[in-house]
């Protein structure tokens, strides 16, 4: 019904032409017309937070946009938040450090939502951080590694003994 | 998990927003933050042959406050809202309600107007609006309308706009010295819809309540106006009392999150709250 479109996006700095149905969800572009499959689709409606990607300095689901409406729009992914330098940058390693992922399925969402978040938050509290926290979900880890990986990031003491219950 | 084909317009005037509505009628539906509606297209619970982004439109974008009320332009992002010090100072109502609205992922891209226009009955702002005696701007082919918030909310998902017409902006009037607000609400987990909320306002004027407002929402087919338990407010009642007046005239409905039974009880407490926490800012 609906012509293909073409849009141009910048993502992670480069510009890209794609040719798209206007109702192709930009997780959808990412992954198959540019190849960033770093950007993961669990839920595919908004609820799981695994496609979270930067538009424009906001964190938001990639699986809640058309690509088309984000012309002239700059966009980063999970691939284009670490330094580039081989390096990780400081919520990816403390996502390693802290044993913050298992499958890693949701990884790529918790590390944009938290990258973007403590970029703009550098001094939230515990409670900041696990309401920031709670718009993304994980299967595996039970969140626990993660919240400390973010309370490493802020500079917030992380419990010794994770399993005194002090956490909850 | 796909959306549907649809022809995608992106206007640059409410003028060219509301000559698409007339040309396409119940074929085309108007896109603001799509927190909601993308979601419904993806599961095909809803489908359009047209959509039309107002994104794009001059002039829905702004927060302006004026002659004792605060203008809210359709398309302004709520995190936009939570974080102005316009909203937090002139509507303190609206700025407690926003955080608890979704994640702060969906808050940077979801609209303060969408969520009214949207108006579903558990969410926060329609509520606030109400409570607040706020008015919505519509505009439609014959030009634009004031709808006070007490005739926009019909039922569940249907408002008082006619076919044609958009929201364009919410006006929300701002309260006096004296004034404290609060929004309570219970949550299985933080961001999801409420199964029960109330927020709260009240003017104290010499240890008086002289202006009370209270909206609820998640506790019907639309969010309602309390007004015995304002009432109560209003003649020197507790906020235990208060809380007792707006609980015993609800009838929610079960669903598969809660019974309406436990809902009416869980309404009296969270009012109760909204009142002590309002009268608290308040000075009392």
């Given at each position: ?35 960033l ?5 669990g ?11 930067i ?5 938001v ?8 409406q ?37 990884t ?33 880890t ?8 973010a ?11 994770a399993?005194?219950?002090?956490d909850h | ?8 317009h992106?206007?640059?005037s409410?003028n ?10 119940d ?24 959509l ?18 605060l ?7 709520q ?7 316009d ?16 994640h ?21 702002l ?9 008015t ?31 929201l ?53 087919p ?36 809660a019974?309406?039974?436990y ?6 407490v ?15």
């Amino acid at each position: 019904m609906s012509d293909e479109v073409i849009v141009k996006l910048n993502v992670n700095g480069r510009d890209h032409k794609v040719m798209v149905e206007a109702r192709k969800l930009l997780s959808d572009v990412l992954r198959d017309d540019l190849h960033l499959t770093g950007t993961h689709v669990g839920c595919e409606h908004g609820a799981c937070g695994a496609c979270t990607v930067i538009v424009d300095g906001a964190a938001v689901r990639a699986c809640l946009l058309f690509a088309v409406q984000l012309e002239g729009s700059q966009i980063v992914t999970v691939e284009g938040v670490t330094p580039g330098d081989g390096t990780l940058n400081p919520f990816q390693q403390a996502m390693q450090d802290c044993h913050g992922l298992q499958c890693g399925f949701c990884t790529p969402g918790f590390v944009v939502s938290m990258t973007n978040y403590l970029d703009n938050n550098p001094n939230p509290t515990d409670d900041d951080l696990k309401i920031a926290l709670s718009g993304n979900l994980c299967r595996c880890t039970g969140y626990r590694g993660i919240i400390n990986a973010a309370r490493t990031v802020a500079g917030l003491p992380v419990p010794a003994n994770a399993a005194d219950g002090s956490d909850h | 998990m796909k959306p549907s084909s649809f022809n995608y317009h992106a206007p640059a005037s409410v003028n060219d927003v509301t000559a698409l509505l007339a040309e396409h009628g119940d074929d085309a539906k108007v896109l603001a933050g799509g927190q909601s509606l993308v979601p419904m297209l993806s599961l095909r619970l809803a489908a359009f042959e047209h959509l039309i982004d107002l994104n794009k439109v001059e002039g829905l974008a702004g927060i302006t406050r004026s002659n004792g009320t605060l203008r809210v332009g359709a398309v302004v992002r709520q995190a936009v809202a939570e974080h102005s010090a316009d909203v937090a100072t002139s509507v303190p109502m609206l700025a407690k309600a926003l955080p608890h609205i979704g994640h702060f992922q969906i808050r940077n891209r979801g609209t303060v107007g969408g969520s009214i226009a949207h108006a579903d009955p558990a969410s926060e702002l329609p509520a606030v609006a109400l409570a607040l005696d706020a008015t919505i701007e519509a505009a439609g082919p014959g030009g634009t309308r004031q709808i006070a918030a007490a005739d926009f909310f019909v039922s569940t998902w249907q408002t008082a706009l006619d076919e044609g017409e958009i929201l364009t902006a919410v006006e929300f009037p701002v309260w006096g010295p004296g004034s404290g607000f609060a929004v309570e609400e219970l949550t299985r987990r933080h961001g999801d819809f409420a199964l029960v909320g109330a927020a709260a306002g009240v003017q104290l004027s010499g240890g008086k309540v002289t202006k009370a407002a209270l909206g609820l929402f998640g506790l019907g087919p639309t969010p309602l106006r309390a007004a015995e338990a304002e009432a109560a407010l209003l003649a020197g009642a507790d906020a235990a009392e208060v809380g007792r007046v707006a609980a015993s005239g609800l009838n929610p409905l079960d669903d598969i999150h809660a019974s309406g039974a436990y809902r009416k009880q869980v309404a009296a407490v969270i009012v109760r709250r909204a009142v002590q926490a309002a009268m608290q800012e308040a000075g009392a």
